[in-house]
């Protein structure tokens, strides 16, 4: 049986307005390794910390990508706002 989890931690700022959690982010290959070779829980506890500022880009997406019906790959490109009068 294949299975996985995502590891969740306190949002930082970009991720605040849309949810009060984010998943944790191990953003590089050293840190990576650490997490799947480290023994001691720890040290392990320690990396999972929410992700500075500035690592993430958001943006408007179809609507479409919340029906389970459809999934290809343009549901994730970009959806321009609307304009808005004020």
């Known amino acids: 049986m294949k299975s996985f989890s995502i590891i969740t931690t306190s949002a930082n ?3 605040n307005m849309v949810h009060n959690r984010m998943p944790v982010f ?3 290959k050293e840190t990576q390794s650490r997490y799947l070779d480290e023994p001691d829980l720890g040290e392990v506890l320690g990396m999972l910390r929410t992700i ?3 690592n993430l880009y958001m943006y408007r997406v179809s609507e479409t990508l919340n029906s389970p019906k459809f999934n290809v790959p343009s549901l994730h490109d970009l959806v321009e706002e609307p304009p808005t009068l004020f």
């Open 13 to 15: 700022a970009d991720v």
């Open 26 to 28: 191990l953003l590089d």
């Open 52 to 54: 500075p500022e500035g």
